[in-house]
């Protein structure tokens, strides 16, 4: 080729590159974005040097990472590999362009991008992207040549393009971080603003967390607030979450960490830094990858929560994010502070008219003039009166026919407290407990009165029968307790009978005076210590008593309290006899059984006649428990059930399973010992062998038991228990007893 044709080819070629290069200008000019003008950069680079696909990394930083902006092809998604890796990190490290003509033979070939993508790379053409001043900011790469192989004029024409696009790149991306800032100036201002006139703490935080989410362009962000009470710090809300609360110590994770410190902490990597508290991503399903975290500080500089934004939208959140957020936080903090006192006040508002809405008694309260001002809902209710009716109206026209105290006391000054007095209005009249009292402002100034109702009609009457049932004071506390305890229940409860032996021969001595004269004396004494104990008493049976513990009042002790109250009543009847003695009249003698089981407890008989008492099985054994006692020669017994419940430890000794009259199912027996003042050293020796006795007796070894039995008698020759195992060991010596033996006897008498 001669030398014009060759000069007039490479003016052809400069023309056209001439020409390309303006072209890559304009069509750069006219994109509207950073992100459009790399998509139109790509496009045309592809399409000149014949490539299939073309990507621009760009460095980050912060993470050493490279990240494309743009891609071509069905793949959209950031892709992210280290800066120095692969054969666009050695570009960018080396910020040298080269040609790679088989990938998969190149050393420097990353192949995960191929994985990641499902893309199979063939040849690349890689050269560096710098700025007009010429700092290196990432790598633009061709992909697969479609006539196979790049050349040395592929890479001099890719190098021109990209070097051409490089200054319009750089205004626009200067230019989009302005605009970027001015609108998160706008929503700053338009945020602060809002915090001075919003006091609604919920629509205050809708406002401000998108916000910081838009602003530090990141997935979400999360306010914490510290709840002092719980230190627990806790979402209000948080975007993408909806109003699901999630709480946590105020020291644990990355959170925790910034409130106790009071330190900002950014962290890019989450998972691999120890401070990072995995559980709430559990909680909630989210993965964390980049997290920034400022304390919100209150105008005395006290940490009152923490900001928390996450994933950072292309790369992980920067200085400027953090001054950013640490510069909005100081101004969030006084509207969350205001809004919150609003939220607590409102609270404490609806918490106050829950309670009086809520409230048994009436309560009205009155102006200095005596107007009525509010009647929450039982005063409406106690008078069937509507709201409409009692308002705005004196309280003199509303209740004129009540007592006149309740009249005259509300015209004083201070309060006061008046007892089942009459209050009247709407024809309804009530026996109430009224309590007034003064209201007073901030300033001691007088502003009205409340007035107290407690209606205690129903209590009256209630009152009144029940006390013929208890002790008035077990009554009062039956009605403080709870309402409705006069119907029928199944429970829990001890029940004790107690029988004094051979009275019908007393009676026959004494005569009827007599007779009535001293049951009057030992009744009082004995039901005295029942009550001692909060035990009601059932009823009289002739010489009988019958108590239960636990009705209509359950305590945890119910069958200990049954227990002392038998061992106190043997106690006094010594004091009674010797009383006897002193005056020349007869001394006696009584047993006491005691069983703890469900009974049926209420009110039980006619209209026109009821009792207040306890029946059922339990009540039935505890009556065959005290009649045992006579053939026992037991003062106290108490059965196995009893036994197992009590709390506290006792002098007892087991003295039999039976069966008793009407029953399949045996019983222990237990002998309660108690009451025995200045035990001797023979009556312990006469429980050691009396107790080794049994064991053997159980066993069915009633030659063994026969000589410790003997033993026990020994020691104690009024023992009849001793007696009476004696002549049951004779008898199953001379017969034993057929099939298994379990050593249950049968109770033949009531």
Known sequence: MNKAASKHKRFKFTFALTRLLLQVSNELARSKTV???????????????????????????????????????????????????????????????????????????????????????????????????????????????????????????????????????????????????????????????????????????????????????????????????????FTMIGQGLGKVELRFPNHLGIAGTVFTTGDTINIPHAYADLRFNPSVDKQTGYFTRSLLCVPVKNKKGSVIGVTQVLNKKGGVFTDEDEVRLAAFTSQIAIGIENAKLFSDVEKIRRYNESILQSMSNGLITLSPESIIVTANYAAQKMFDLSENVLVEEEFKSIFEKSDQLLLEVLENAGGSELIDIKISANNIVLSSNITIQLLLDETGKDIGKTVLIEDITGEKRVRSTLSRYMDPALANQVLSEKEGLLGGTSSMATVLFSDIRSFTTITETIGAEGTVSFLNEYFTLMVDEIQNEGGMLDKFIGDAIMAVFGIPLMHEDDSDRAVRAGINMMAKLDIFNEAQKAKGLVTIDHGIGINTDTVISGNIGSPKRMDYTVIGDGVNLASRVESACKQYGAHILI?????????????????????????????????????????????????????????????????????????????????????????????????????????VWTLMSK
């Open 35 to 233: 992100d459009d003008a790399l998509e139109r950069l790509v496009e045309i680079s592809t399409h000149q040097i014949g490539a299939e696909r073309g990507t621009i990394f760009i460095n980050d930083p912060k993470t050493n990472e490279l990240y494309s902006r743009v891609s071509q092809g069905q793949t959209h998604r950031e892709i992210r590999i280290m800066n120095n890796s692969g054969v666009a990190g050695w570009a960018f490290t080396n910020e040298e362009s080269l040609i790679v003509n088989e990938a998969y033979e190149d050393k420097r070939f990353n192949k995960v991008v191929d994985t990641l993508t499902g893309y199979i790379t063939d040849t690349l053409l890689t050269t560096p992207f710098r700025t007009a001043d010429g700092k290196c900011i990432g790598v633009a790469q061709l992909i697969n040549k479609k006539d196979k192989t790049f050349t040395e004029s592929d890479l001099e024409l890719f190098e021109a393009i990209i070097q051409q696009a490089s200054v319009a790149i750089q205004s626009k991306i200067i230019l989009e971080e302005r605009e970027k800032e001015r609108e998160q100036e706008m929503d700053f201002l338009a945020v602060v603003t809002h915090l001075s006139s919003e006091l609604d703490l919920s629509q205050l935080l809708d406002k401000i967390i998108p916000t910081i989410t838009r602003m530090l362009n990141s997935d979400r962000s999360t306010l914490f607030i510290n709840d002092k009470k719980t230190n627990e710090l």
């Open 639 to 743: 059965s196995g059930n009893t036994y197992a419940q009590l709390k506290g430890i006792y002098r007892t000794r087991l003295i039999d399973h039976v069966i008793v009259k009407g029953k399949t199912h045996p019983v222990a027996l237990y002998e309660l010992l108690d009451y025995v003042t200045n035990i001797s050293a023979a009556r312990i020796d006469n429980l050691g062998f009396f107790n080794d006795g049994m064991r053997f007796y159980m066993d069915g070894d009633f030659v063994g038991a026969t000589k410790q039995f003997k033993l026990a008698l020994a020691a104690h020759k009024e023992d009849v228990c001793s007696q009476l195992y004696l002549d049951r060991c004779a008898h199953f010596i001379e017969t034993p007893p057929q099939g298994i033996w379990d050593g």
